[in-house]
T-cell receptor, first 117, second 109 residues
């Protein structure tokens, strides 16, 4: 059973460029969350996708956008890259069930390490 | 004020020692709590969930005090393989997880 996969593993971009990161969830999972982890910090929630819609969003600017496909995979797009966007971008998948007030474990992928020069 | 705060460490302990990590959270609406473990340059992995009644998994014991908004993790008989960063996490429903900055543990031979 494949876990969460992400591509690419590493990426180097320059300021002002745009980037697309990809995530395939664990088999049987229908929900994808994206997190940004800067060096020395804990992961910070960017947004979550369920049923091809953004369900919740953290405190990130509109430069960060996403998409979920019918097969539950997801993309994270970042426009107009800034030096401060350099981080490990983590995708986590889970299965939504039991209503909004039940927790379902989120499984993390290995991440994409983005460097902005 | 950060939503989840924890001592960043590092904690350097000898093999066999007992070490305790503490964490506080500010969002009283948080309903679920966890400890994640993150090895260097790897993704976070769930170590254990935390319940008000306290729960134990082998050498690991987690405790939640909702009145004080305080979470703890106790590791007994530390092993070299326990060296990692331990992330305190709160969650609201099925949605976002809020992570602390993490506490780095180094177990020394």
């Amino acid at each position: 059973d494949a876990g969460v996969t992400q591509s690419p593993t590493h990426l180097i971009k320059t300021r002002g460029q745009q980037v697309t990161l990809r995530c395939s969830p664990k088999s049987g999972h229908d929900t994808v969350s994206w997190y940004q982890q800067a060096l020395g910090q804990g992961p910070q929630f960017i947004f979550q996708y369920y049923e091809e819609e953004e369900r919740q969003r953290g405190n990130f600017p509109d430069r960060f956008s996403g998409h979920q496909f019918p097969n539950y995979s997801s993309e994270l797009n970042v426009n107009a890259l800034l030096l401060g966007d350099s981080a490990l971008y983590l995708c986590a998948s889970s299965q939504t069930s039991g209503g909004a007030f039940s927790y379902n474990e989120q499984f993390f992928g290995p991440g994409t390490r983005l460097t902005v020069l | 004020r950060k939503e989840v705060e924890q001592d960043p460490g590092p904690f350097n302990v000898p093999e066999g020692a007992t070490v305790a990590f503490n964490c506080t959270y500010s969002n009283s609406a948080s309903q679920s709590f966890f400890w994640y473990r993150q090895d260097c340059r790897k993704e976070p992995k769930l170590l254990m969930s935390v319940y008000s009644s306290g729960n134990e998994d082998g050498r690991f014991t987690a405790q939640l005090n909702r009145a004080s908004q305080y979470i703890s993790l106790l590791i007994r008989d530390s092993k070299l393989s326990d060296s990692a960063t331990y992330l305190c996490v709160s969650g609201a429903g099925s949605y976002q997880l809020t992570f602390g900055k993490g506490t780095k543990l180094s177990v020394i031979p």
